[in-house]
């Protein structure tokens, strides 16, 4: 098979695609070819990886045009054609590259984001996003001796977006994100609307308040990228459904400006 890698570093008038050729072994993942890659044929090829468990979210990369996680995508199952995943379209995932998905695999960075080097982006426009949400607790009344007790219940819905990795996935995958820069994205929606609904929390509705701009809930197209291709299961276009519906629900009764 064959291994197609964007590449691009400073000073390029044009990133290009080089292809590598790789007998893969059984359970290589797209992780594990790109280290193949550095070791046999190019040791400059860049790429982010931590964990190297799906843990991290560092390993974030548009693989068959399709934002996923490296060290969890297996090169058998694309070239077999499995886990095919439809997105709504949006220009990144055009078709730029002529290959064949039954005999190689395309890896490409993730999308929206500014390129540094081959599969390496610039991650600060994501996170200064999550950072404006303030995702910080804020706790309602006197610390406890030991722990803040929660319903089952609770945890249950709480762990529905507790499990974001921040890999950025879901921005790569967001139409809005690639037209509005100012977009907060499907990541940071989801955030604010986790502690939005944390019953430990003292903020309440307050914290909708963050986003309830142009850019913010009001911007969401609803494609359902998103959700698609988050390897968590996150499902930011629920929380921004609800947070939408909540602050309609209170300025119709007057409780908002």
């Not at 890659?37 to 400059?44: E, G």
């Not at 249950?156 to 950025?168: G, P, Q, W």
Request: hydrophobic residues 35%; aromatic residues 8%.
């Amino acid at each position: 098979m064959n291994l197609i890698v964007y590449r691009y570093h400073e000073g390029m008038a044009e990133p290009r695609y080089d292809r590598f050729e790789l007998d893969p072994r059984p359970g290589m993942t797209v992780l594990g070819a790109l280290f193949e890659v550095q070791d046999r044929f190019d040791d400059s090829l860049a790429f982010r990886y931590s964990c190297r468990g799906a843990v991290c979210g560092s390993c974030a990369m548009l693989i068959n045009k399709v934002p996923r996680l490296a060290c969890r995508t297996q090169l058998s199952s694309l070239l077999a054609g499995k886990n095919q995943v439809s997105l709504s379209f949006y220009p990144a995932i055009e078709e730029t590259i002529s290959w064949n998905p039954e005999k190689e695999v395309l890896v490409e960075p993730l999308p929206h984001l500014p390129v540094i080097r081959d599969l390496i982006v610039d991650m600060q426009a994501f996170f200064q996003k999550y950072q404006f949400v303030e995702p910080v607790a804020r706790p309602t009344g006197t610390p406890p001796e030991d722990e803040r007790l929660m319903e089952p219940v609770a945890v249950r819905e709480l762990e529905v977006y507790t499990n974001c990795v921040l890999c950025a996935a879901c921005y790569g995958a967001c139409p809005v994100d690639g037209k509005n820069q100012d977009y907060l994205g499907p990541a940071a929606l989801a955030t604010l609307y986790r502690f939005r609904i944390d019953p430990r929390d003292a903020s309440g509705t307050v914290r909708l308040d963050r986003a309830d701009t142009g850019n913010g809930w009001w911007a969401c197209e609803f494609h359902g990228n998103c959700r698609t291709v988050c390897p968590k299961g996150v499902p930011p276009i629920l929380a921004i459904g609800r947070a939408r519906q909540e602050l309609k629900s209170e300025k119709k009764r007057g409780e908002r400006p």
